[in-house]
């Protein structure tokens, strides 16, 4: 079993749509959540760290769920910038990050 | 600043050759790794490195070696390239071990044919 789990999609919507993508984590001892954002032949960039409240920034809202061990990620009035794949990260106390291997996102006009 | 720098960015190999992949960073980071991204597999961790002179493995270290005799530059030395690491290999780098922000290279793709 994969320590990081999400779909790998394709996830296709409309502009304007509001999409959430969901991710497992398997180690109860993870302590850090984020995710990252990565463009097609593109390095991986820091979108958000997740908070165990929940957090926004504009149009994202991360959400953990820390007695189910999932995290999520909403994405409102999608944008045609928003395609991409997005990765799910943890970190379990001061171990190295681990990466899932990302949900692919399609906005179409 | 440069950020982070990878050379080359595009590299074809014979099985059984060997070769240097540059890292180097300009933001005196104390932390730097190295990662692979194949298909469907996401990142896994390879080497990394949380200051000069002190370097340890990830997850898939067989098949490759680091070394971190500078603060700003952290090579990874393919021994014996084999088919199996055809790959993306990414460098990151971060203030420190607790930093969330790794910043990375734009990635270096390899052909091992």
């Known amino acids: 079993r994969k320590e990081v789990e999400q779909d790998p999609g394709p996830f296709n919507v409309p502009e304007g749509a509001t999409v959430a993508f969901n991710c497992t984590y398997s180690?109860?001892?993870?302590?850090?959540f984020f995710w990252y954002r990565q463009d097609c032949r593109k390095e991986p960039k820091l979108l958000m760290s997740?908070?165990?409240s929940g957090n926004e920034d504009g149009r994202f809202t991360a959400q953990l769920n820390r007695a189910s061990q999932y995290i999520s990620l909403l994405i409102r009035d999608s944008k045609l910038s928003d395609s991409a794949t997005y990765l799910c990260?943890?970190?379990?106390?001061?171990?190295?990050?681990?990466f899932g291997s990302g949900t692919r996102l399609q906005v179409q006009p | 600043n440069a950020g982070v720098t990878q050379t080359p960015k595009f590299q074809v190999l014979k099985t059984g050759q060997s070769m240097t992949l540059q890292c180097a960073q300009d933001?005196?980071?104390?932390?730097m790794s190295w990662y692979r991204q194949d298909p469907g597999m996401g990142l896994r961790l390879i080497h990394y490195s949380v200051g000069a002179g002190i370097t340890d493995q990830g997850e898939v270290p067989n098949g490759y070696n680091v070394s971190r005799s500078t603060t700003e530059d952290f090579p990874l030395r393919l021994l014996s390239a084999a088919p199996s690491q055809t790959s993306v290999y990414f460098c990151a780098s971060a203030p420190g071990t607790g930093e969330a922000t790794q910043y990375f290279g734009p990635g270096t793709r390899l052909l091992v044919l």
């Open positions: 990260v943890v970190r379990a106390g001061r171990r190295a990050l681990t």
């Open positions: 180690n109860s001892a993870s302590q850090s």
């Open positions: 933001m005196n980071h104390e932390y």
């Open positions: 997740v908070y165990s």
